[in-house]
């Protein structure tokens, strides 16, 4: 039943244009509202397709208890939590991908999407990994916005050095005081922390040779894409697939949002194409052939881990259970510096292999279990365990599977 | 350079072969049969011998197998040639039991192997049996494919071509050293250095074994501790992944051959097995230890012969549920796979799981 206030599509996006529009101006007049939120959307991803190429959104989302309530019949629903809360409004991209708009106040839906995600086994958030960014910077950024201004947030923080008993939960306090903060901010604790605001044709000149020398600048934590319409402002797109208006245009945010998901699901779709252990199975005559068909997920270290990071990374994830990986299994020790876990990825409770030394790990995705899961232990090793891995998807780097997506030169196979 | 303790098993050297006919970048692996085009066709194929050659074969007293069933066949289009490979720990003589086995392979030349696949224009297709054996053997274990070969031309058998590689592991990576009577259809080992072809570097101490995509293969059997790990890890895994995949439903079912196949790919390459019975038992009653746990956290499961459900899943259920599968209590747990009280537990087909 459509309810009061929003009747179509049209209205709501209307009024998200005020709304943005109002926010930016008070933005640019350095008096932003505590109580007024700006427009954040959240890409949400569900549990691999079962081939009914429609997305059952009620199932999906029973277990958050979220009330859907359809505003159109253009696949628009308001949102309410559990208690009657508003959330926002939920807009399904394709079978795969859901996005949430909110203007609610951002601490408080942060950790309530967060929260439902991971309690959720059919939802996970986009993951967007640095190679992801650069390649979105250098293809897209750079030569069509050279003279416009981004922001860039890099942060790695060296969560398994030192002692197994010091990798302590890490709560990212630090995007909500992003709303109301325009300055710059230099954080050292055990982390690389840095924000850069400034001419994009300026960071081109800096940013490949501070990546050589400080690695941590490859782990992008946030990117600022520059909106197209207004000449000013843009949409910051951070790695758990949260994006944040700070523009004019909340049409232009949610074009940008879209183009960026569907890049996303061509990569992540690539990415199962390739790796997916799978049996396949060739009728003969009177018999049949069975076949193993995949390819390993390689991430590489170099120089390697130290041992006792590795150790630490090892004895967290899998013997405590704890890190921001949530992964599930006994390692089973070879020798010091190698383990095989034959384990559970806890976002999804799907299973995943992994073979981890100090130099590579080497990780096996079967059938079924969602090829989001690379991005998000590309993602999150890069920013606590080594930025400066490299990834191998079969035997073809992570970043230049992004980048031929992006080019269109990536075929189906 | 020193080779390591660690020996090779049949199981170790068919999952390295699978490896090197996937992609992979050269920090984990050098896929030497997939650069060269090489793809995995077949596991555990059963093909049936030519009738000529069984019944020349017959004529000669030429002991031989009805059928063949190479551990793996990889083909490679460009050049037309199926490769067979077979692993064994050691070499054997051509007086041994396994060497009838031997001369079926030898036998199924590959025209034969690629009309049975329904290759078009399966005359102009190569066969080329290839044996993989622990290091050392490989010398021994040309010259029995020799004979072999030599037997079968006498008694007016074709024959495919044959021959054997070692695998040597060294401290600083895995070798593969092919006889240099072989002539392998492979370039990369064609052109092998002295020492071999190095397919995977290690650092000093560092164990070469990868993971286990294959993890079981009844007619080897599973004595090494390490690879029985591997079997119940793999099990614990997939109980674990089917039920806590499956709770945000009110409803759900997990069957018996979607465990097992979790626990292996290509289970139905031996799901008819007399060898699986056993195995096929202990899962089973494992599985009902983790039911009976599950039931006392207030679930309500039913058991039926080949699969169990679970009704009235509400949130905190869920919740109470996949806190205990994720609990350290329950991934420590003993898995008994082994025992023959297990193996032998027909118990569960009279009261369900």
Redesign the interface.
């Known amino acids: 039943m459509p309810i009061p206030g929003f009747r179509s599509r049209q209205e709501l996006f209307d009024f998200l244009d005020d709304y943005a529009r109002e926010r930016k101006e008070e933005i640019d007049r350095w008096q932003l509202g505590k109580r007024k939120g700006l427009i954040k959307s959240y890409v949400l991803e569900t549990?691999p397709p079962d081939g009914s190429g429609q997305i059952d959104i009620a199932?999906t989302l029973?277990?958050t208890?979220w009330q859907i309530t359809p505003i159109d019949a253009a696949m628009l629903y308001r949102v309410d939590n559990r208690g009657g809360k508003h959330l926002g409004y939920l807009e399904p991209l394709s079978h795969r991908y859901l996005i949430l708009h909110s203007i609610e106040e951002a601490r408080w839906i942060d950790q309530t999407v967060k929260g439902h995600v991971k309690?959720?086994?059919?939802l996970d958030s986009m993951w967007l990994a640095g190679g992801f960014f650069f390649n979105l910077w250098q293809i897209l950024i750079l030569p069509q916005l050279p003279e416009r201004y981004v922001k860039l947030k890099f942060e790695h923080m060296a969560r398994f050095e030192g002692s197994a008993g010091e990798a302590e939960e890490e709560t990212d306090e630090d995007e909500e005081l992003e709303e109301g903060w325009m300055g710059e901010e230099v954080e050292e604790r055990r982390a690389s922390s840095l924000m850069i605001a400034e001419r994009v044709d300026r960071i081109a000149r800096f940013l490949p040779q501070f990546q050589d020398l400080h690695p941590p600048f490859k782990a992008i934590k946030m990117l600022r894409i520059p909106s197209t319409t207004t000449g000013r402002g843009g949409y910051e797109f951070w790695t758990w697939g949260k994006i944040t208006y700070r523009a004019h245009d909340f049409r232009d945010g949610r074009s940008q949002i879209i183009s960026i998901t569907r890049l996303y699901e061509q990569v992540t779709e690539a990415i199962e194409r390739?790796i997916w252990?799978?049996?396949g199975?060739?009728k003969?005559q009177e018999?049949s052939?069975?076949?193993?068909?995949?390819?390993?997920v390689?991430l590489?270290f170099d120089p390697?881990l130290d041992l006792p990071t590795f150790q630490n990374f090892v004895t967290t994830t899998f013997a405590r259970?704890q890190g921001p990986l949530r992964l599930?299994?006994?390692p089973?020790y070879?020798?010091?510096?190698?383990a095989?876990?034959?384990?559970?990825d806890?976002h999804?409770?799907?299973?995943i292999?992994?073979?981890l030394?100090?130099?590579?790990f080497?990780v096996?995705l079967?059938?079924g279990t969602c090829g989001n899961t690379v991005h998000r232990l590309v993602t999150n090793i890069q920013r606590y365990l080594d930025p400066g891995v490299r990834t191998?998807i079969?035997?073809?780097l992570y970043d230049d599977l992004i980048r031929d997506t992006l080019l269109g030169r990536e075929n189906r196979l | 350079m020193n080779e390591t303790l660690f020996a090779p098993t049949p199981l170790f050297q068919l999952n390295l072969m699978l490896f090197l006919s996937w992609p992979a970048p050269p920090s984990f692996v050098e896929p030497i049969f997939w650069r060269e085009g090489f793809e995995l066709r077949s596991i555990a194929p059963s093909i049936g011998v030519p009738l000529e050659a069984l019944a020349r074969a017959q004529t000669a007293n030429l002991p031989i197998q009805p059928t063949a069933s190479p551990e793996l066949v990889l083909e490679q289009n460009s050049q037309q040639q199926l490769l067979l490979i077979e692993c064994k720990s050691s070499s054997f003589g051509p007086a041994s039991s396994t060497s009838q086995q031997s001369r079926a392979l030898l036998a199924c030349t590959g025209p034969y192997l690629a009309e049975r696949i329904g290759i078009v224009e399966a005359m102009a297709w190569k066969g080329y049996l290839l044996y993989v054996v622990g290091g050392g053997q490989e010398s021994p274990m040309q010259d029995t494919l020799q004979a072999l070969g030599q037997e079968l031309q006498a008694a007016r058998i074709s024959a495919a071509n044959g021959g054997a590689m070692g695998i040597h592991i060294r401290a600083d990576g895995v070798y593969l050293s092919p006889d240099a009577r072989s002539n392998i259809p492979v370039q990369a080992l064609r052109q092998s250095p002295a020492n071999g072809v190095q397919v995977m570097t290690l650092e000093q101490g560092e164990d070469p074994r990868p993971l286990y995509l294959i993890p079981f293969d009844p007619s080897i059997g599973v004595d090494d501790p390490a690879e029985r790990r591997v079997l119940e890890e793999r099990v614990r895994q997939a109980l674990t992944s089917l039920i806590g995949s499956r709770l945000d439903m009110p409803s759900l079912e997990v069957a018996m051959d979607e465990i097992l196949t979790a626990v292996t790919e290509v289970w139905n390459l031996w799901e008819n097995s007399r060898a699986t019975i056993g195995f096929r038992n202990a899962v089973r009653a494992y599985v009902r230890d983790v039911l009976r746990q599950l039931r006392n956290l207030g679930a309500h499961i039913e058991s039926h012969e080949h699969h169990f459900a679970f009704a009235q899943v509400t949130p905190n259920i869920a919740r109470d549920l996949r806190r205990y599968l994720d609990s350290a209590a329950f991934r420590r747990g003993e898995i008994d796979l082994w025992s023959e009280a297990v193996q032998l537990d027909f118990s569960s087909l009279s009261e369900g799981w």
Request: charged fraction near 20%; avoid cysteine; aromatic fraction near 8%.
């Open positions: 549990a199932a029973s277990p208890g309690e959720t086994a059919s390739t252990l799978q049996m199975e060739t003969l018999s052939d069975t076949t193993l068909k995949g390819a390993p390689t590489e390697p259970g599930w299994g006994n089973i070879l020798s010091d510096k190698k095989h876990i034959y384990g559970v806890l999804l409770w799907q299973r292999y992994l073979d030394t100090p130099r590579r080497v096996i079967p059938r191998f079969g035997n073809r």
